[in-house]
Structures are given as C-alpha cells and as structure tokens.
C-alpha cells in the first residue's frame, strides 16, 4: 500500500527540512583567501565581478570577517548562527551578543555602518518573534491539539540573497536561515502552549508561517474514525441527499419541509452529527466501503466506514460513551459498532477494497416448477460468472458496458409458494437484483433466465461484507 497520504498537500514543502543542505564551492577556499586572491588578481582579470567580491570578502569565523559581519547590520540571531562559534546549548541571540562584544573590545569602532535598516540575513525576522509567537497561539486559541508542525514560506528573492550572502560572510557549516527560524518560532511558541509537540509528519494542527506578511495560518486537520454500520431500516441513503426539487439551497422547500434533504435522515447524518456536536467540527465527510441501495439493509457485522470530521476543537473522545449516544438516537434505524481511530490512509484502503459480499435476497414469480427442479437450478449459478450489462436503473450515471462477476455460491434456498428466498455471495460490484430479474435479459445467466419467467424482487439484505 502507498504511504500515508494525509499529508499530501503543499505546506509540507515550506517545512523544516533539517540542517545545511546546499554545498558551499568556497569552503574550503576560505582560510587561504588572502594568499590566492594575490596570486590569482593578475591571472584572472576576466573573472566575474561577482566570484571577484567573494573572494575580497573576509569570512567567519575569521576577526575580520565578524567584524564585517556586525558593519553590514547582522543583528545579535543572525551573528550567534553565522559566527561560527557557537556553544551548544546556548540561545543564539546570547552567542551572538558575546561575539558582538568580543569584536568591540577589539576594536570599539565596530558597529554597523550608518545606512543599514535592517539584518541582512533575516531581515529583522528574528526581532519579530514575539510577534510572530503571539499570532501562532492566537490562531489556535480554543482548539485542542497537541501535534504540531510548522512550515515557513520565504520569498524566493529572500532564500537566494541569504544563500548569497551566508555562502561569502558565514563561516562554513553555519544553519540554514529556515531552520534556525523555524527552531526560533518553535521554542518561542513551546514556551506559551505548554504541552505541544512539534513533529515533522502527521499533526493535529499544521501552521504556516509567511515571513512577508508575518500571517500565521494555521489548518486544523480533520480527525477519522472507523467502524461499522449496520442498517436496520429500509429508506435510508448512506449519504445526505439533497432535495431533487431545491437541491438543499436556500434553506429548503415545501417539499423537503425546509430541511434541504430528500430523506430525513442518512447513515451519514445519524452517524457523523453527534460525533460533530461532541468534538465541535465544522463539517464532515462519510466514507463507505461500498454502499447498499437505499432499499436495502446492511445486516450481519455491518458496513466498514470511516467518518471524516472536518476542522474539530476537541480530541479526547469517550468511544464508547459516543457510540452509545449515536445508537440511542438512530435506535431501531442504524447501529455502529467498533468505533476507534483512523486515518486518511484509511479512507483510501476501505475506499480500495474489493470486499466479497453476501445478500439475502427473495423474491416473487410465478411458476410451475417442482421444489427440487426449481432448487437445482438456482443452485446452477453458483460458482457460474455472470455478464452483466450496467443495468437501466444506473445507467444514467454508468457507462454503459459489460462487467464479468463470479457468483462465488448459493445457499439456504427457501421457497414458501410464490416467494422464493436465497443467500448468495458473490464477487464485489456484482448487480444482485439483476441476478435475479435478469434486467430484461442485461444479465446473465439470471434466476429468470433459468426459472422461464419473470421474477420480482422483494427485498435485499447485505448479510456480511467480507472484509477485514
Ligand atoms: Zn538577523
Ligand atoms: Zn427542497
């Protein structure tokens, strides 16, 4: 199976990616520079004027390069991480104070050159972080998370220019700007929401940062939970419905009494709105490994579903107390068992599933057939392959076409007179009403087909769905 896809969007990009990735060409020509810039001046007077002030620049961890350093405006974050001194433990704007300091006892004349505005490096990021901690708690102020990952967004012009200059003044090995920032805005925040985890995959609430506008937007990612639902009346869809005649708009008509809904209710209704009230999501999204026709019940261990529910403010969840709850209202209705956690993985795989079916189904027709004739031949169809043509009743939302599907066997033939009842399983995707009736001939072989006369359905049960 594909790895967990719940983080498939675009923040992941803008995230911490780790220590220096870029490799510096000029490293290792640093301790020398003064040395080769002499040799080479004469030799090299094409040289790219840009290669050419590289070389002229003094670099960390040398006296001259600091002091170069703090003359372009490098504030006391920046100087802590480009020094190249730095003493593990220690927070950076203290490192970067104490080089500061250093340089001035040599030389009280060092500071930063009259036209500077701002840190070249960061551009004064670092001296916003209180700001930037402030907006990130407020943006989730009231939510219950615990996992959280932080992504960045820089300008790209901002990215090269920092790469420019931390590859001619930074003392080799020095951090990424990102994830020293990103570090930065993690223990500022850390230090405010007490009990957060920061993770690098799979959170709870996914903030991003803009260092342009320095706006904090922060995603709360939707909470899964899977279990089984069996359906014990018929009339229901398994989701909401719109009204055919104001298809849900406008607060509904006289025909859907307002509600917007063609059914009164939905698996998905009955399921997902108390799990929306109790953890106070937004919205929410019903998956099902397959669905039963509205007409049909979904009996036996039930339907595997995943509830998707979108945005919420809380996560610590009574299972049991819920599912109680939900089955108390849906009483005689709906019933789910097995409520846990899940994941957007899991929408995929139940999505994916081909899962054997079995039906009960029974029906009526007229014949004049022997029990034992009339038994042996609908026992024929098991194990037999059945071509079916999409059937009338879907075929203004199928292609029309063919489709293979194995009736895998037949069991517990009972015929009462007129009405006749059978289980039967059979592969994923096989039409089991038309198994029966035949679609005027979309099918076959079919109970029809085989009995010489027409039947009608009564009814339809899901009796197990073999999966998991
Ligand atoms: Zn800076
Ligand atoms: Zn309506």
Partial sequence: MAPDSEEDDDWTKYADTGYATSYDPWADLVPTTEIEEEEFDDDFDEFDDVEQSRRDVPRCPAPSGIEHAIRIGTCNHCLGRIAGVRIAGDPLQEVGGRVRDQALQRDPDVKPNDDIECCPFCENLFLELDIIANRIVSSVEGIEFSKVQLGIHFSKDHVAAEEVLRSTVAATGCRPLKATLSDAIQSTVAERLPGINWVKERPEVMLLFDTLTLGVNADIR???????????????????????????????????????????????????????????????????????????????????????????????????????????????????????????????????????????????????????????????????????????????RRADKIRKRKVVSIENILIEDQEIQFDVRCESGTYVKELVHSDEGRTNPSVAGLLETDCEVISLDVKDIHAD
């Fill in 222 to 396: 939707a909470l899964f939970l899977y279990g089984r639902y069996r359906k014990l009346e018929r009339g229901i869809p398994q989701t909401r419905w719109p009204c055919r005649a104001c298809r849900g708009r406008d607060g509904g008509c006289e025909s859907c009494n307002g509600t917007g809904q063609q059914y009164p209710h939905s698996i998905q209704s009955l399921v997902c709105e108390p799990l929306i009230e109790s953890i106070g999501a937004s919205s929410d999204a019903f998956h099902g490994m397959g669905r039963e026709d509205i007409d049909v019940r979904c009996l036996g261990d039930g339907r595997p579903f995943v509830a998707e529910l979108k945005s919420p403010t809380r996560r610590t969840l009574d299972l049991e107390k819920l599912m109680n709850s939900i089955n108390k209202a849906a009483k005689n209705r709906i019933e789910i068992h097995g409520l846990r956690h899940s994941n957007r993985a899991e929408v995929s795989r139940i999505k994916e599933t081909q899962a054997e079916k079995s039906y009960t189904i029974r029906f009526t027709c007229e014949h004049e057939l022997a029990d034992e004739e009339l038994t042996n031949r609908i026992q024929s169809l098991s194990g037999q392959v059945l071509e079916q043509q999409t059937p009338q009743r879907v075929a203004h």
